[in-house]
């Protein structure tokens, strides 16, 4: 099963996508927003890549109009009992940023995951200094819950993050 946006394909992510994913997350600008610091072996991502179909975690490749692999949106912390879920989205090619990619697949997945999978909320971290993810997810009617002071530590620096979350019919 696929998802399909205006200009984005959604797909489960599958294990010959580990080589490209293992260059997206060794690429320190690419992730200067995401808790990485530290190089990413291909076994973490043949392992994370498996990880993608267990039960309370789901990843997705983002593809753009062409089937190119452009970012990821991962489902993760599922609480199936509670109906609520964390979501996390990157685009990782730089030529597809800004135009409108993440837009449409965030739009994409979280109908899925308030219709098909019938979460009533979806919740996020997102580093305080990433502006335009925020200004992104005030778009789709996410609010902030609350910020957690110095969580990690970039380029001599602390860093704070943000929770936002939004309730299904908000």
Do not use: Q
């Not at 993810?133 to 996410?142: D, M, Q, S, T, V």
């Amino acid at each position: 099963m696929m998802l399909k946006g205006n200009k984005t394909y959604i797909r489960a992510i599958e294990m010959e996508d580990a080589r490209i994913l293992s260059a997206w997350l060794n690429d320190r600008e690419t992730n200067e927003h995401l808790d990485i610091i530290y190089p990413i072996s291909k076994r973490y991502c043949d392992n994370f890549t498996l990880e993608g179909e267990e039960h309370n975690k789901k990843v997705f490749i983002i593809e753009n109009e062409d089937r190119k692999p452009i970012g990821l949106i991962i489902i993760d912390n599922i609480k199936w009992e509670y109906r609520n879920c964390e979501i996390g989205i990157a685009i990782y090619d730089k030529n597809f940023r800004g135009k409108g990619y993440a837009k449409d697949a965030l739009s994409v997945v979280i109908d899925f995951i308030f219709n098909d999978m019938n979460m009533h909320l979806i919740h996020l971290r997102v580093s305080e200094e990433n502006k335009t993810a925020i200004e992104l997810y005030n778009k789709f009617g996410f609010v902030v819950e609350g910020m957690l002071r110095d969580r990690y530590y970039r380029n001599g620096k602390y860093h704070n993050i943000i929770i936002m979350s939004k309730i299904k019919g908000e």
